[in-house]
Structure formats: C-alpha cells, structure tokens
C-alpha cells in the first residue's frame, strides 16, 4: 500500500495507464460507490493524460441509464432494483466498449440515455484514434456483464458511511439544491448502500480490480496495485 497527495496518486494512475499496452483503445473502468469520488478521479486524470498528449474519451454508467419506470419498477428503495434494473449494460457494450475493444471499428457513441429528461439519448458516432484512452466511470463496473471488457479496472473505496455525508455535503453545494438530507439518507441506507453490498456479495469487485484507490482522505488518499494485475509496479 502507497499513500502520498491527490497529485502523487493521479501521476501514478497516468504511468499505470501508459504502461498498458494495445492494439485498441484502452478502456480504463473507474468503478466504486456512489459519491466515493469517482467522477472527480476520472476528472483529474483525463486532465494529466491530456496534457501529455493522449487522446481521452470521457464517458459515465449515468448515460447507460434504463427509463426512470424501469429503474424503480421494484420500488423507489429497492436495492435489487438499483443492482439489476439501472443501467443498460448491452447498449454500452454495443455502442461504446465492443468498438473500442479488439476488433472493433473504433466508431463509438458515448449515451444513449439522457437522465435529466428520461429519453433516449443518440449523440452523432466518432471515430476514437487508435491510442485513445477512455475513462469511464460508474458503479457496478466489475460486474460479470462487463468485468472482462476493460483493459485496465480502479477501483475506488470508501466506507459508505462516509459516501452518505458526502452526497449530503454534494447536495448541499448544488446552487439551487432542494433535496432533503432526510431522504437522501433514506435513498442510500435503504437502495446505494445495499444494492453496493449485493454487489460486493456476487461479484466481489475488488478481486477484479488492478488497482484500488483508498479515497476516505481526498488530499491524502492511499493505493495499492493488486497481484494478479498486469501493470508494472506504480
């Protein structure tokens, strides 16, 4: 286990990513809880990788969304629901990882949902380049749908009871923010969290993972390769 700053951690990831090797697009999976920082991570590491020249794709699980009506066809909390009914893993395969994975033509869609107005999504297709990295990010990565579709898989880790203050505090530095801190601790303690731990529980993602990235102290954070991973020491 290494521990070090937020830009020691992102360098590192960067050297992680560089010294991965194919003759495709590398599809690089930021997986973790919701509200464990995955988003700004894949953020920040498109911005490094850029900078030094690399042609990133920035792509999110939120634009892989089934409708809101099959969403929470269990029920608003249902934790099976979140796990099993959320997101459009055979969309994301076809429009986005399979053409950017070996064989494929390059030409890839980044959505095909748009979640603020509950309809389907279909932004023009694009020819990624032959050495382009995507960053994507999202929950429910390492599942066996998808688990074998990714070139290089982070995983970030936060206890959840941190990840509930963290959408609280998320909620509240919205401009305009009207959510209830009530019922966003109610959506995670009775849907985020145990969909998290089904997940956990069948697919044991952190097995899966080549890296994982202890994120409970932003500035400070904490990584580890795992074993079996291919890339060189970081």
């Known amino acids: ?19 991965v090797t194919a003759a495709h697009p590398l599809r690089v999976a930021i997986d973790g809880p919701p509200a464990a920082g995955k988003t700004t991570l894949a953020d920040e590491l498109a911005v490094v990788l850029r900078a ?13 969304l089934f409708p809101r009506a099959q969403r929470y066809r269990r029920g608003q ?16 395969c076809r429009v986005l990882l399979d053409p950017l994975g070996p064989g494929g033509d ?31 990010d999202g929950v429910f990565l390492l599942r066996p749908e998808l688990v074998d579709r990714w070139d290089l898989r982070i995983f970030v880790s936060v206890p959840f ?9 998320r909620s509240t530095a919205l ?22 731990q089904l997940y956990f529980a069948t697919a044991r993602p952190t097995d899966h993972a080549d890296v994982i990235v202890y994120n409970d102290q932003l500035q400070r ?14």
């Open 1 to 19: 286990m290494d521990q070090g700053t937020r830009g020691e951690l992102i360098s590192r990831l960067a050297e992680a990513i560089g010294s």
């Open 52 to 64: 030094q020249g690399r042609d990133v794709i920035r792509a999110t699980i939120d634009d892989f």
């Open 77 to 92: 909390y249902s934790a099976e629901g979140c796990y099993f009914d959320a997101h459009d893993h055979a969309s994301l």
């Open 106 to 136: 390059r030409r890839f869609r980044h959505a095909v949902h748009d979640r603020d107005t509950d309809t389907p999504s279909s932004p023009p297709a694009t020819t990624a380049t032959a050495d382009a990295v995507l960053l994507f």
């Open 161 to 169: 009871e941190k990840t509930i203050d963290r959408a609280q505090d």
């Open 175 to 196: 401009a305009g923010s009207t959510a209830d801190p009530a019922e966003i601790e109610r959506s995670w303690r009775n849907r985020y969290i145990p969909s998290q």
């Open 221 to 234: 954070p904490a990584w580890e390769v795992r074993p079996h991973s291919s890339i060189r020491r970081i």
